[in-house]
C-alpha cells in the first residue's frame, strides 16, 4: 500500500504560468516532507521542504503547500519556466522514523511549453 | 569535485557476470543509501549506512551485496542478477540518518544497470 501518492503521472504547463503539482500521504506520523526534481539521466536534486508544523514554506518560485487535515500537499511553481520541465517526486518522512526510510510517491512528469 | 558521484553511470551484465556500482560523496555526510528505481514505481530504498555500518536492509535479495569501507564510499556488489532486477541504481547521502532527524537526502546521478 503506498503511503505517498501522486495521482498525475504528468501535467502539461504553459511558460509563464502557474504549475500545481500534488501529493497525498497516508501515514499521520510523517511530519517532514519534500520535493525532489530529476531530470533524465541524472538523480533527484533536492527542491524544497516543509515540516509538519508549517503549512507553507516559500523559495523563490517554488512554494509548498501542506494541509495535514487532508494530508495532501502541493507544489507551486510560479511563473513556470521550460527549464522546470522534469520529473517531480513528492518524499515524506518521520521524526524518529524507521532509518533512513524516506518515502517516494511515483512522481509526476512536468512539461513546460514556451 | 563536490556533491555525490556514482559510477559507472551505465552497465550492462549477463546474469552470471559479477560486478560493483561505486558510489561516492564529498559532502562530509554520515549516512549513504542505496535505491532502486524501476520503471513507473516509487524509489525503493535497499540500503542505508550510518558511519559506516548497516542499519537497514529492506528485504533485498542477497544477490544484492552492499559494503561501506569508510563514511564517503559505498559499494553495490552484484552477481547472479536476473533481467527484472535491470533499473536505475542511485546512490544517496545525509548529513545524518533520515528518519532520526529531519534530513535531505542528496542523489547521485545513477547508474542505469541492464541485466541480460
Known amino acids: 500500500d503506498q503511503q505517498v501518492k501522486q495521482n498525475s503521472p504528468s501535467l502539461s504547463v504553459q511558460e509563464g504560468r502557474i504549475s500545481i503539482l500534488n501529493c497525498d500521504y497516508t501515514n499521520s506520523m510523517f511530519d517532514y516532507f519534500l520535493w525532489y526534481k530529476k531530470y533524465p539521466a541524472e538523480g533527484p536534486t533536492f527542491l524544497i521542504s516543509?515540516?509538519?508544523?508549517?503549512d507553507k514554506n516559500e523559495d523563490g518560485r517554488f512554494t509548498v503547500f501542506l494541509n495535514k487535515s487532508a494530508k495532501h500537499l502541493s507544489l507551486h511553481i510560479v511563473p513556470s519556466q521550460p527549464g522546470d520541465s522534469a520529473v517531480y517526486f513528492c518524499a515524506a518522512t518521520y521524526y524518529g522514523g524507521s532509518q533512513g526510510n524516506l518515502i517516494f510517491g511515483k512522481g509526476t512528469k512536468l512539461s513546460v511549453k514556451p | 569535485e563536490t556533491g555525490v558521484t556514482q559510477t559507472p553511470r551505465h552497465l550492462v551484465m549477463g546474469m552470471t557476470n559479477k560486478k560493483s556500482l561505486k558510489c561516492e560523496q564529498h559532502l562530509g555526510h554520515n549516512a549513504m543509501y542505496w535505491y532502486k528505481q524501476s520503471a513507473k514505481k516509487p524509489l525503493e530504498l535497499m540500503f542505508v549506512?550510518?558511519?559506516?555500518?548497516?542499519?537497514e536492509n529492506n528485504s533485498v535479495p542477497s544477490r544484492f551485496s552492499p559494503e561501506c569501507p569508510n563514511s564517503s564510499h559505498l559499494f553495490l556488489h552484484l552477481h547472479t542478477l536476473q533481467p527484472e532486477d535491470s533499473a536505475l541504481y542511485l546512490c544517496?547521502?545525509?548529513?545524518?540518518?533520515?528518519?532520526?532527524?529531519?534530513?535531505?537526502?542528496?542523489f547521485g546521478p545513477g547508474t542505469r544497470l541492464l541485466v541480460l
Open positions: 544517496a547521502s545525509s548529513q545524518e540518518l533520515a528518519g532520526v532527524g529531519h534530513e535531505t537526502q542528496y
Open positions: 516543509i515540516s509538519s508544523i508549517k
Open positions: 549506512y550510518s558511519l559506516e555500518e548497516r542499519v
